[in-house]
């Protein structure tokens, strides 16, 4: 059975950082591509980062030089570094992880909140 396991959200104010992980069990983060996503009150849930099963990392544009998506093959975990939070990057933050292009798995999900 695959599990996502989040955790590093919190209340941080604005210019702070965060640090998010997920701990995966059940299937190996170096076959996989994974990412976070993020759904704030009036969004609709979207893609932040990723990495690809191969190639380079993605990042959506308003979080570009701010955010950094990295993985441990070794601890089967992967990160969010989250720097220079603005309240805009409010949302609950979800972990996913895309097995053969078809398969998804998801974290419970993290609320990250920036505010003053």
Same mark, same amino acid.
């Given at each position: 059975?695959?599990?996502?396991?989040?955790? &590093? &959200? %919190?209340l941080v104010?604005?210019? %702070?950082?965060?640090?998010?992980? @997920? !701990?995966?069990? %059940?299937? !190996?983060?170096?076959?996989?591509? =994974?990412?976070?996503? /993020?759904?704030?009150?009036? #969004?609709?849930? +979207?893609?932040?980062?990723?990495?690809?099963?191969? %190639? /380079?990392?993605?990042?959506? #544009?308003?979080?570009?030089?701010?955010?950094?998506?990295?993985?441990?093959? $070794? /601890?089967? *975990?992967?990160?969010?570094?989250?720097?220079?939070?603005?309240? +805009?990057?409010?949302?609950v933050y979800? @972990? +996913?992880? +895309?097995? #053969?292009? $078809? *398969? /998804?798995?998801?974290?419970?999900?993290?609320?990250?909140? =920036?505010?003053?």
């Open positions: 059975q695959v599990q996502l396991v989040e955790s &590093g &959200g %919190g104010q604005p210019g %702070g950082s965060l640090r998010l992980s @997920c !701990a995966a069990s %059940g299937i !190996a983060l170096s076959r996989v591509a =994974v990412g976070w996503y /993020r759904q704030g009150p009036r #969004n609709q849930r +979207e893609l932040v980062a990723a990495i690809p099963s191969s %190639g /380079r990392p993605y990042y959506v #544009n308003s979080v570009k030089g701010r955010f950094t998506i990295s993985k441990d093959n $070794a /601890r089967n *975990t992967f990160y969010l570094q989250m720097d220079s939070l603005k309240p +805009e990057d409010t949302a979800y @972990c +996913e992880a +895309e097995q #053969n292009g $078809a *398969t /998804r798995f998801w974290g419970q999900g993290t609320q990250v909140t =920036v505010s003053s």
